[in-house]
């Protein structure tokens, strides 16, 4: 039993343990270096001399330069090796695989990008596409066969060399059904084969014409060490192996993704910096609570946070940090109006939605101004945004959406809800409890309440909310976004009769001449065919109001003012490899 | 010996019901694994089977439930749908982290709400007790998330003592620990003074201030040791609830954790992750239960008797 005597020696004996090991550490020990060093000095000296033309000696004082030698101590103190340069980044939420030909989310492009080159590149600033593994790439004239050039300087992180062969291995890969690859699966669904022409040249073989290809590889088909994936098995989403400037070391859950520099790295597509990257490591943190992101940031704890809470912007700009907000291409966010449930089975009440939605008002209440209000389904980075203009029809106007509903025979009942033949202009929204949707609902109900319009909110689990839109229960209106490369196979799925009740034609959408414009999309290889098509559905969507469009999304990241030549991808995903330290 | 043998094997019908409802429910419930996980994936219902297939979603339930049941009683508590790693790996990566919190949050709420129990019951009616209980109030109430916030804002951010999150050494526990301690403290705090006070009030404590002991002797030599009981219960049953893991804490503080694992699970409806990190945390409750019975016995020695 410990006394109190013998329990105050214990915590004496820890203290001082501890304040003699803390003080115990390796640090540089002077070196002590002994040196000859010879110096010129002047020296009197008494010589004996003869007095010339007399036998006498005299002594006399003479100034003579000698060299002399002399013993130095010399203390030389031993520097630490230089650190190295590291750059920690804190982003909103933890990757769930990096195995990129697996089924990778959004977070987990965030690091797939800093691990994994692609064949072709989307220059952000111009949004074309450019040279990366692929010096360049030809196009048959049936559009059946692709034919590419590799780069012959590339090695993988463990050092397996990238050729054609291994172009055809990844191909494979993503086909085969024990990956279980969801986006690369899809992006080449018409796939037939993949042919080895020389040790750097390689042809893909199409069944069918997919004229997105090129974009969709640029955007979301990374190449592997299929050598590593095969060794590693399952393990390959923890560890995966890529040519990218980042070399991943470990991974640990909701700790932190830890990458070091790939040192041979010279093949980065035109708008990276050249050679390597300045960064020695690099660690990526999850920190999900956007408060604490901030926080860690303003702490001096990480150098650059992704997904910044937008109330926080102004104040970050003002600390003199360096904000960059980048809009995401591909669909805004919005509302779908579902036609084949009452009342958004009428195009006036659809129509007087698109008018009553105040969309500036989305932006400046809820995310402090950060995002543009949307009015067309394509966002301001998107390829087909300045057609979408086209396609505009509606803005803010209640007064035109209560003369819409007024002729449609509804009119304001006793408590400010329309009302026909007795029936209540009442409809139902549904959204997922994972999609920060609850405070955007309620500005959205306020607004259709004031032109007469009863929206209920109801949040619910993910998976219900799914079975829902796939047609298990009722529902009007429910939120939807896609961000980065819209496929043309993806835009057609959101409108063709063929995905009612699947993915993702929620609207429930059934008519001849958008599912004929849809088939015609996904084989037209003519680019300005495509963007015509394209438009012409965009367009017969917005008629239709089967969209509401209301505010893009907008991805923000915010560095130490020192933090210098971050690139922000197509996807909005910020590129590490051109970081610097500004001195 | 025979007793600690007697709760372990009692406890193995308790996991079996559990595993039944937990296996079962979560299939009952709306939503498939595969249409959440695909999203808006531009894939046909053809390639949605077939990955279901390939999950082995598609077998009778029995069937799976048996298998799960099987490799479970193997120490193989399946592979997660989501990462397509075995499951035990992840837990044994989340676990230490939620652990740690869970003792060092306990041990903080101990400390500080059996001090102020303690003196809230010696100087009981007076301002010391109704400043305590108001604080105590206060710490009901007060959401962790909010209170987390605080700290940072206090002792990373103003004066730079400690990280704003992460995981890691001791320096990254204090925070954490301390927004669930204070919390926690407060049930304590509330029950140790209810539990001294009417331990006070018996006839023993009168007794033995009339043969002369010191107050703090019998407070803390007497008293004390007859008050716990309650304390250790309800403490018993709050590690339990902190081994599932703090959600909203890890969430603040970024820290690994089983809570914020089983969360993201249930949303996915990635079963074996929901059902092996359930059946882990039951095995714990059981473990935390069998401990707390132990030191009714060393407490109470009447405890034995019965």
Redesign the interface.
Known sequence: MFTRSKLGFLIALVLISSTVLAACGPTPQPEVVEKVVTEVVKETIKETVVVEGTPELVEKEVTKIVEVEKEVEVVVTVTPESEPVKLVVGIGSEP??LDPQ??PSATDWWVMDQVFDYLIRLDPATMELVPQLATSWEVSEDGLTYTFELRDDVTFHDGTPFNAESVCANTERILD??T?S??A??DLSTFESCEVLGEYEVAWHLSEVMPDLLQALASRVWMVSTTAADELG??F??KPVGSGPFIVEEW?????ILLKKNPDYNWGPSFYAPGPSQIDVLEI?????G??RV??L??G?VDLIAYVPEQHVASLTEQGFTVDSLGMPGIPRFVGLNVQEFPTDELAVRQAIEYAVDRKAFADALYHGVPSPAYAPASSQDPNYDRSKECEFYKHDPEKAIELLEEAGWAVGDDGIRERDGVRLEMALIIP??SHWMQPSELLQAQLREVGIDMSVTEM????W??IL?G?GSYNVYPWF?SGFV?A??WR?HFHSDYIG???NFVGFDDAEMDRLGNELVVATNPDEADRLRNEMMCMAMEQALWVPIHEIVNTAVAKPNVKGVIFAHNSNALLHSVYFEE | MQRVLSRLLGAIPVLLGIAVLVFFGMRLTPGDPVDIMTGQMDLSAEQRDQIRHQLGLDRPLVVQFVDFLWKALHGDLGTSIRYRIPVTELILFQAPSTMELAVAAMTFAVLIGGSAGLVAAFFQNRIADHAIMVFALIGLCMPSFWLGLLLIIFFSLRLGWLPTSGSGGLDYLVLPAFTLGLIYAATIARLTRSSMIEVLGQDFIRTARAKGLSERKVVLGHALKNALIPIVTVGGLQLGYLLGGAVIVENVFARQGLGNMTVNAILDKDYPVIQGTILFVCVCIVLINLLVDLLYMLLDPRIKEV
């Open positions: 769930t695989s697996g089924r059904p024990e279980e969801a986006w699966a899809a399952p393990l989403i923890m640990i859950p909701r700790k932190h943190r999850p920190i999900p609570e408060e604490t926080a860690a303003v702490a704890e409890d994972t689990a993910r998976g219900a799914y079975d796939g298990a896609f496929s196979g993806i799925s699947t993915y993702s």
